[in-house]
């Protein structure tokens, strides 16, 4: 494993974290501890949850983890996370640690994040006077977690924004081989700082290896657009950790595989990247999820994201679209799903959406190909 320095905290982190956010969820707690327990002995010190991730087991898994880890718990790096909206008071925000230590095992966290950051405003709200930071702070005095780290999927300016008060020992970014281009400033920003830079979606949410073919632009020299997106993250000199969520074993040794042998892409191959990455490429939906059970009209806005991801990586014409459109409503993502069209534009999904991506007109799209097939 290649280990490397977290920022002006000095810790001597793994390369490649463990992001407890893509667990099996049929198989058992049991086993899922088993896999965290093999990154460990891999040399991965760094492991990330929160609440919610994986129908909610993760911290249970991870915690069960802990315990077998016994006094080897000191020798990794555990985090967790609140959101503002939901710790909106102190006493919400010193609960919600509470929550997290007893699902984890532990007596102490190593960093906990004010998590999910989209809008300037929920930061300026986890920040005011009898707020989720102040709680924080409370629970940083009483050594019940080490440092408090900021989580955010704001565009990279914000990020350079957010940061200004120098609040945060340590932060959380979405940035990978595809969307660089509108984070990059975040990092620069957080790096020069002292910050420890965290990346988490390295793989754009399984976009990559979900389209390798289409993405083969992003390799060079026989490696996969999978291994050349994973080299990107690990390799990058401003990034300290790069989180991967790991279903398998398999997966595991990938990273480690790849974080062994990682060299810098050279400046040639990112100049071929930028080239290749168009407006519209830096736009991908990642499956993230945070735009769901938001709509009104009960449209299933990530499902459609996703599928309109293939016109954005395979530059499918209308035609193709409604082909694709007309087997997803039969047999796959879609099934059942109310159409676009009844999209009342409100709003909702996209000031959730952590890609800021433009929902609406997407919709709109969508519900012309809905009409296309029905004639
Ligand atoms: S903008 Fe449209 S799709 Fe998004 S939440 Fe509102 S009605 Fe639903
Ligand atoms: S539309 Fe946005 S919020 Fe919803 S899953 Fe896709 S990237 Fe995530």
Not at 17 to 33: I, S, V
Not at 114 to 133: D, F, H, K, N, T
Not at 290 to 310: E, T
């Amino acid at each position: 494993m290649r280990y490397k320095t977290f920022g002006k905290l000095g810790y001597n982190v793994s390369a490649v974290g463990f992001g407890g956010m893509r667990f099996d969820t049929t198989r058992t707690d049991a086993e899922n501890a088993d896999l965290v327990l093999y990154a460990v002995d891999k040399g991965i010190n760094w492991l990330d949850t929160a609440p919610n991730y994986c129908d909610d087991r993760s911290e249970d898994i991870l915690g069960r983890a802990v315990r077998q880890l016994g006094s080897r718990r000191r020798e990794v790096y555990l985090s967790s996370k609140g959101q503002p909206q939901e710790c909106d008071t102190a006493e919400k925000a010193r609960a919600a640690v509470e929550k997290s230590l007893k699902r984890l095992n532990t007596d102490y966290l190593d960093f906990y994040y004010v998590w999910c950051i989209r809008r300037l405003e929920e930061y300026e709200s986890a920040m005011r006077p009898g707020g989720q930071y102040e709680g924080l702070m409370r629970c940083k005095e009483e050594g019940l977690i080490r440092h408090i780290a900021v989580s955010t999927h704001l565009r990279g300016p914000d990020i350079r924004t957010l940061l200004t008060k120098n609040e945060f020992e340590g932060v959380l970014l979405g940035v990978n081989i595809l969307n660089f281009l509108y984070r990059w400033d975040g990092v620069t920003a957080a790096y020069n700082q002292g910050l420890g830079v965290v990346a988490m979606n390295p793989l754009a949410g399984g976009v990559i290896p979900q389209n390798e073919q289409a993405l083969a632009f992003l390799a060079e020299n026989g490696e996969t657009p999978t291994e050349a997106a994973l080299r990107f993250c690990i390799s990058c000199p401003q990034i300290t950790v790069t989180l991967v969520g790991f279903t398998t074993r398999e997966h595991i040794d990938t990273a480690c595989r790849v974080a062994e042998r990682a060299k810098p892409l050279t400046e040639a191959h990112i100049e071929r990247i930028r080239t290749h990455l168009s407006k519209n490429l830096n736009s991908l939906c990642t499956g993230c999820g945070y735009c769901m059970g938001l709509c009104p009209v009960g449209i299933p806005v990530a499902g459609y994201m996703q599928y309109y991801n293939d016109k954005l990586l395979v530059g499918k014409n209308d035609e193709q679209m409604v082909k694709t459109l007309n087997i997803q409503k039969k047999f796959g993502i879609l099934v059942g799903a109310p159409s676009a069209g009844q999209c009342i534009a409100c709003g909702r999904c996209e000031k959730a959406c952590t890609q800021h991506l433009d929902i609406i007109s997407r919709l709109k799209d969508i519900a012309r190909w809905e009409q296309q097939s029905a004639s």
